[in-house]
């Protein structure tokens, strides 16, 4: 009779070992699947401008700024302010 209950908590206690290597495992596979989501998440939303030099339109957080004008590259802000936009066939 002794042997058999031995054996009856032998068994639960791997049971409940693999339920809970089992809810670890998931919760693991679960928080890399989110991290994965994360990763790949697109870009928030971002105010779009146009450069005053050649009309190309960039994120804002890439754009050059000058007083009320932006600009894709430094480049093109200095031609700009040196030259004035008639010179925007030329880039």
């Known amino acids: 009779?002794?042997?058999?209950?031995?054996?009856l908590i032998?068994?639960?206690a791997l049971f409940?070992?693999?339920f809970k290597l089992f809810r670890a495992?998931?919760?693991?596979?679960?928080?890399a699947e989110q991290e994965k989501a994360q990763q790949h998440a697109p870009p928030p939303d971002e105010q779009m401008v146009k450069c005053a030099f050649c009309d190309l339109h960039?994120?804002?957080?890439?754009?050059?700024?000058?007083e009320a004008l932006w600009f894709c590259c430094h480049e093109h802000q200095e031609r700009f302010l040196r030259d004035?936009?008639?010179k925007k066939d030329d880039a």
């Open 58 to 66: 960039l994120p804002q957080s890439q754009a050059h700024a000058h």
């Open 10 to 12: 032998i068994f639960v």
């Open 84 to 86: 004035g936009r008639q």
């Open 16 to 18: 409940w070992l693999g």
């Open 25 to 31: 495992w998931n919760a693991y596979q679960q928080q």
């Open 1 to 7: 009779m002794s042997l058999l209950i031995i054996r």
